[in-house]
């Protein structure tokens, strides 16, 4: 039995983990569950699952978990007791679903323990993904993407010699691709309504800027060793075709199925098994036609930011996501409009003086806290 960690397990990530552990009776043993601040569903799930530990972030939630747990313990509240989960030598496979970059250091532990890291949580990589993979290569930690689009890529290349030589990588669009006129008085609640994907708050609106797609460009050069050139993103607003590989000789290979995350989570925690799963087949008759087109760069100009960190790189993709998390912040609240998502963005990333060396973890943090002041004060002056 693998014994798995899930960090973020009342997100749509965890939940659907736990569904997949449901379906694959005798396969796991959930041993440790961390989730943010929902203490009554992870309460639920720590009577069900019966893992050695649990972890609440949020400490006023964390509080009234005491005295509830039953055989469990309960690790420290915050960063703290995520790193411990995520190292934890009772561990084999760790689940990331956090949400932003608070997954730093929780994914910094498991690889240095050496463990198998089932990786939904991009910010980090996004942060300091060639740092992650030289630290995992050292460590002999294997980092498995949990994400649709890199779990794609990484189906479309099991099995073959080659590397891979471009990736065609493709994007629902979002909220707002196909939305006529202007995007500045869109309401948050509109930005969350999501086409093809039920999913978290955060990663929904990071959809409807694609700087979502942005970021998995940077997650999918590091997880593949690629240069950022040779990343293509593509509409594609069936979401069926998950992205795509294209080798030397030109020939492409694809991964398709129905947009339902059980099956690129399940595929990461069986690796390199594939099981039975429940997922509804591809129908793809009824799917009727695919569609890909180029993505609007100027219309959705965080894409275009993000591209540009990336081929700026160093430092430069730890400031994007930084002052993304914050923008997203403020946006959510009400704080800001739409549209000042990217000057928020491009503003933090035009007053970064940083050089283009490959930061330290350390020095990544602190830029990281560097930009989310820089983010804070462009939220603030709108
Ligand atoms: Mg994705």
Excluded at 268 to 297: I, K, N, W
Excluded at 325 to 335: I, K, L, N, S
């Amino acid at each position: 039995m693998k014994r798995i960690a899930i960090l973020g397990s009342t997100g749509s990530i965890g939940r659907n983990a736990l569904r997949v552990v449901d379906a694959l009776p005798g396969r796991f043993r959930v041993v440790g569950l961390a989730a943010h601040s929902n203490g009554d569903l992870l309460l639920r799930q720590a009577a069900r699952y019966k893992p050695a530990m649990v972890s609440l972030f949020d400490p006023a939630a964390a509080r009234r978990l005491e005295g509830r747990r039953n055989g469990t313990r309960a690790l420290a509240p915050g960063v703290e007791g995520l790193v411990e989960l995520a190292g934890h030598p009772d561990v084999d496979l760790v689940l990331t679903s956090l949400v932003g970059g608070v997954g730093f250091a929780p994914l910094l532990a498991a690889v240095r323990a050496g463990k198998t890291v089932a990786l939904a949580n991009k910010e980090p990589m996004v942060m300091a993904g060639a740092q992650f993979m030289r630290e995992a290569k050292r460590w002999g930690a294997r980092i498995i993407p949990v994400d649709s689009e890199p779990s794609a890529v990484f189906q479309c290349i099991q099995g073959s010699l080659a590397a891979p030589g471009r990736v065609l990588l493709t994007a629902s669009g979002g909220a707002f691709y196909r939305r006529r006129g202007s995007l500045a008085r869109v309401r948050p609640a509109e930005a969350l309504r999501h086409p093809t994907w039920k999913m978290g708050p955060k990663i929904t609106i990071d959809c409807a800027t694609l700087m979502n797609k942005g970021f998995e460009a940077i997650e999918i050069q590091h997880l593949f060793g690629l240069g950022h050139r040779d990343i293509a993103i593509l509409i594609h607003p069936q979401s069926i075709v998950h992205s795509a590989v294209e080798f030397r000789d030109g020939s492409v290979l694809a991964q398709l199925a129905p947009p339902d995350m059980r099956l690129p989570i399940q595929y990461a925690l069986t690796y390199p098994e594939r099981l039975p799963s429940v997922v509804r087949r591809l129908d793809l008759a009824a799917a009727g036609s695919l569609t890909f087109q180029e993505p609007d760069f100027r219309r959705f100009p965080c894409l275009a930011l993000a591209r540009e960190a990336a081929a700026a790189g160093g430092a430069v993709p730890a400031v994007l996501n930084a002052a993304d998390e914050v923008a997203v912040a403020a946006f959510t609240a009400g704080r800001i409009p739409f549209t000042s998502l990217a000057r928020v963005v491009e503003r933090t990333l035009r007053a970064f003086r940083g050089g283009r060396a490959l930061p330290s973890f350390s020095e990544v943090v602190e830029i990281d806290q560097w930009a989310r002041r820089k983010a804070q004060e462009e939220c603030d002056r709108r």
